[in-house]
């Protein structure tokens, strides 16, 4: 399944088609409730403050550069979750 918000990208006959050609489930919010993207956003946000793509040749420069902020997150303490990393509290959740 596919979340998105109401962009014209997603909303458009192309992109209906690919999620038909791979066999996808394309969910959207309903109009005037950007609430359930708020964590999406939020994510981005600060990616973006922090990830540096200037550097960036090739698509695998971009990936490294993904992954390793993506490794870095999963792996950083942050007070929103008692100062655990999100992957810490992950699994303190499954652990309940």
């Known amino acids: ?3 998105t918000d109401r962009g014209c ?3 458009s006959k192309a992109f209906n088609d690919l999620m038909i050609k791979y066999q996808k489930i394309h969910s959207m919010s309903r109009p005037g409730t950007p609430l359930d993207n708020a964590v999406v956003e939020s994510f981005f946000g600060h990616m973006k403050d922090y990830v540096e793509f200037n550097n960036c ?3 695998e420069d971009v990936v490294a550069v993904v992954d390793k902020y993506m490794y870095d997150y999963n792996n950083r303490p942050q007070w ?3 100062k655990l ?5 992950a699994l303190k959740l499954l652990a309940a």
């Open 9 to 11: 990208q997603y909303t």
């Open 1 to 3: 399944m596919l979340h």
């Open 80 to 82: 929103n979750k008692n």
């Open 57 to 59: 040749k090739t698509f």
């Open 85 to 89: 990393s999100p992957k810490q509290f």
